[in-house]
């Protein structure tokens, strides 16, 4: 079973900032794309940022300059640094990967969410 467990929310003023970490565990042969999503109240879930193998990253137009993402793919670990945090930045936020648990199957997980709060 493969396990997706994040870290790091909670509540913080307008412009100050957190940093997420999403952990991978279980049966794990190869890790691709990892990526950030969140979902506010009454919104549909929207991209933060995704992250390749080979580090190349992509980040939704409202957080560019500000989230930086990252990864330590001996931990299989993805990190999401957020500075610069404004009110529309709260939100569950959710961590996926795509896994191989077996050589040529791959499969997208989801964590659990972790709620960040900004408030003014």
């Known amino acids: 079973q493969v396990q997706l467990v994040e870290s790091g929310g909670g509540l913080v003023q307008t412009g100050g900032s957190l940093r997420l970490s999403c952990a991978a565990s279980?049966?794990?042969?190869?890790?691709?794309?990892m990526g950030w999503y969140r979902q506010a109240p009454g919104k549909q879930r929207e991209l933060v940022a995704t992250?390749?193998?080979?580090?190349?990253?992509n980040y939704a137009d409202s957080v560019k300059d500000r989230f930086t993402i990252s990864r330590d793919n001996a931990k299989n670990t993805v990190f999401l640094q957020m500075n610069s945090l404004k009110s529309e930045d709260t939100a569950a936020y959710y961590c996926?990967?795509?896994?191989?648990?077996?050589?040529?199957?791959?499969?997208?997980?989801w964590g659990q969410g972790t709620q960040v709060t900004v408030s003014s």
């Open positions: 992250i390749t193998s080979g580090t190349t990253s």
């Open positions: 279980g049966t794990i042969f190869s890790i691709s794309t």
């Open positions: 996926s990967a795509r896994i191989s648990a077996r050589l040529g199957r791959w499969q997208d997980y």
